[in-house]
């Protein structure tokens, strides 16, 4: 063998996770290149242990380049014309004048027609019972808003009502705290009034100042077009019935904070029926309304902290969502979800909602209907609410080509209706009661550094479908559990199974000769025989290798053979997976 692997996981002080009584311990991994030739990184799974999201209006230290020719930027947009609307108590004023505007004030509540662009309207201020709407014109204009420290609260409708179907630049000025506010129910009307800050037209957020918005009749912010919020913007939503901001064609997050809050039975922290794109901010979404029958839809629907219709993109920036409630997701996409860069982390609690024996939703940390696609980042996801409750799933293919991902659930951590491909990255996947990774297919390993831990027999740490394999031709796996699913004999890289006793804490050992290939500290207990799988690509087809369980020897394989070697119990039916090993549950 050219050079000795070291894999080490070593637990340090203890400690238990909720719901989890198999004796999870904090590990600090010194791990191999995909090589096995040397170098080092280092992941601590305390932080996974101790994963939980809590909103932060901290400003971010952001720079922004902005592009000359993109019409979404308001530095792009020429106001020649400014008016400004300012609210004293029970009454409004306006200033200024402009050819083809018309401001009509009655009380605090503000009506704008207008038929004139390159308009700037500032509004400042404070009303308990008013509002600023911006009337259908007979030539729809995009307009610039700028909120210069304005609090406009409506009993009966938005606080901000845009009836026109053109860009919108709502600009937070500096230095200044903006609020908006209904009163739980909307008066009956013929127009749209989506959301306590609502627009018929695309909603393009920029500023540096601060915008609350506190909603209890429908959504807080609410566009029929698409949503774009760009870097040093600072935005709190809270809204107890309705989502927190809700889109028709999309939300585009591009920087900025973004808190979000909603408590209401299904409702969505962000919601589009269009894509979700972040490359950049911090958002926090966290839900804790539990899952309802819907009459309409007769389907189950449940809380989720981003819900999109579309794909959803991260490219960037930080996503932290939180699910308390029955049934309820942190991310979830109709279609595929794509993470390339940025931080994801990802918490659920809520347990399973169940309708009826054929009506539930099961509690996901993120949740793909169609593909999921890990290409970089770092992702951190725990769900803890019982039967049901999976770290990641993917109703398509599940692919990992590289990043940090580290799961911990109740039930399978990693699950994919199709294939699962894992080829570059760190991947950390635990289960308290099922599979570390289930594929409901084949399960391709090709690279990348793999811990998987599955719960005890008939439970696996990786888990092939019956009829389907595991393909090991690359990477460096320890997959620990009651069973495994065995690699096929299509697989080049030869692997190491031994089956039997181990205890939370036990050091298993891997010598070549003299040489340590692999130290590894169980980081669960187990009652009963246990399987443990080994791969990694300094392995060597017909070397010579020792198993040792806490000093002692367990086995010896002569010959290495491929696709795997067993010591122990191993080959005599461990349960779990189907996929390439004798037996079957």
Known sequence: MAAAILLCAACSSGFELPDDDTGYTSESSALPSSSGTGGSTTTTNSDLANLDIATDTAALAETETVPSNDDDYVENYSSSSTIYITYNGSSAESNGTVPGVSVDIDGADVTVTSTAAGVNYVLSGTTDEGTFKMATGTDDKKFRLTLAGVNIHNSDGPAINIQTGKRVYIVAE???????????????????????????????????????????????????????????????????????????DGIDIRGGVVNVEVSGAAAKALSTDGHYTQSGGRVTAVTTGAAVYDQDEKDVSGAAGVKADSTITIKGGQLLVKSTGAG?????????????????????????????????SKPKGIKADGNLQVNGGIIMVKATGGEGAEGMEAKGTMTIAGGSTEVYAYDDALNSAYDLTIGGGYVYAFSVNNDGIDSNRNLYIKGGTIYAYGSTQPECGIDAAEGYQVYITGG????????ESYPSSSSTQPAIVYGGSVSNGSTITIDSGDTSVATYMMGRSYGGTVSFLFTAPGLSKGNSYTVNVDGSTVGTISSLSAPYSTIGSAAAGMGGGMGGRPGGR
């Open 174 to 248: 500096q230095g200044t705290t903006n609020r908006l506010s209904d009163g739980g129910s909307f008066a009956s009307s013929t127009e749209d009034q989506k959301g306590t800050l609502f627009s018929e037209g695309q909603l393009l957020f920029s500023g540096k100042g601060k915008l609350t918005v506190q909603a209890k009749a429908k959504a807080g912010i609410a566009s029929d077009d698409y949503i774009l919020i760009r870097p040093n913007t600072n935005i709190a939503v809270t809204a107890t019935t309705g989502n927190g901001i809700k889109s028709n």
């Open 328 to 360: 309820g997701k942190g991310i979830s996409g109709d279609q595929a979800i794509i993470i390339d860069d940025g931080v994801v982390k990802a918490v659920t609690t809520g347990k399973t909602y169940t309708y009826s024996s054929s009506l539930d």
């Open 476 to 483: 460096t796996l320890m997959a620990v559990g009651g069973g």
